[in-house]
């Protein structure tokens, strides 16, 4: 996760393949209800100003992340799911009955998904990329641009030119990985 960016545009080209990479993740029963929020320029702007006013910028630690040129907004919407799962084809799942009756949510699954997509994505065009949670500021960052209700934002995803010179990891970077021969189990547990 790059959390320090030049203050640098992106191409527009870029942009566009960040966002078919989103769209190009899987989606349960081709249910299809990604959205995304796209902030460039003065939206970018205002979206920092709805989720971390000018008081709190002064010991934000991360102060490059703020410059990030684009900010991507993957929403899920639960109930499309719901609904498309209630259609004759899928009934026989249950799954119809409502947001509730779904073991694994998949709206989550699907959108975390579109987000790894823009990561992975991110990274292949050279770029820095870092998904964070909205956290208390879903409400605001909704009433700010004007998302429909309903509409449950997976997080934020800051996109730019890394600023190598300036970038930190945060505190948890330092833990230490599991072991990959401790937490893949072939065969049987």
Known sequence: MVRSYLDEPLHAEYIDALIRAAHSGPSAGNSRSLDLLVLTD???RGYWDVTLPERARENFPWPGLLVAPLLLVPYVDPATYVDRYAEADKARTGLGAGAEAWPVPY?????GAAAE???LAATALGLGACL???FDNESAVRERFGVPDGKRAIGTIAVGHPNTVDD???QSA???RRPIDETT???RW
Request: cysteine-free.
């Open 42 to 44: 003065s939206d970018v």
């Open 107 to 111: 709206w989550w699954v699907d959108g």
């Open 117 to 119: 997509n823009v990561l």
């Open 132 to 134: 964070f949670g909205q």
């Open 168 to 170: 930190r990891p945060s």
């Open 174 to 176: 330092s833990r230490v």
């Open 185 to 187: 189990h072939r065969g």
